[in-house]
């Protein structure tokens, strides 16, 4: 079984930044590609941005492309997105989730799932 653990969430002020990272244990070779979800209270859950594991390419939401940076850490199996820039319409919560590579960004299979962090941005 694969475990996802995000931290890094908070409350901040619009404008400011946050980095939110994701710790995978567990059985992670069947897994290629490694995201970031949101969902806010009364909405879907949508796609916020993408990596795979050993190239590094990644894929973001035009509502955040410019702002946030997905990365990864190999040796920690850590996946990060700093959040720059931040507007109250961020405000969310963050999940992190991995897959298998197939199909094309936004599109995946995500079969492993965090619990997610809260991120709170105020105006």
């Known amino acids: 079984q694969v475990r996802l653990v995000e931290s890094g969430g908070g409350l901040v002020q619009a404008g400011g930044s946050l980095r939110l990272s994701c710790a995978a244990s567990?059985?992670?070779?069947?897994?290629?590609?490694m995201g970031w979800f949101r969902q806010a209270p009364g909405k879907e859950r949508e796609f916020v941005a993408t990596?795979?594991?050993?190239?590094?390419?990644?894929y973001y939401a035009d509502s955040v492309k410019g702002r946030f940076t997905i990365s990864r850490e190999n040796a920690k199996n850590t996946v990060y997105l700093q959040m720059n820039s931040l507007k109250p319409e961020d405000t969310a919560v963050y999940y992190c989730?991995?897959?298998?590579?197939?199909?094309?960004?936004?599109?995946?299979?995500?079969?492993?799932w965090g619990q997610g962090t809260q991120v709170t941005v105020s105006s």
């Open positions: 567990g059985r992670t070779f069947s897994w290629y590609r």
């Open positions: 989730a991995a897959g298998p590579l197939v199909g094309t960004p936004p599109r995946g299979k995500y079969d492993y």
């Open positions: 990596i795979s594991w050993s190239a590094g390419n990644t």
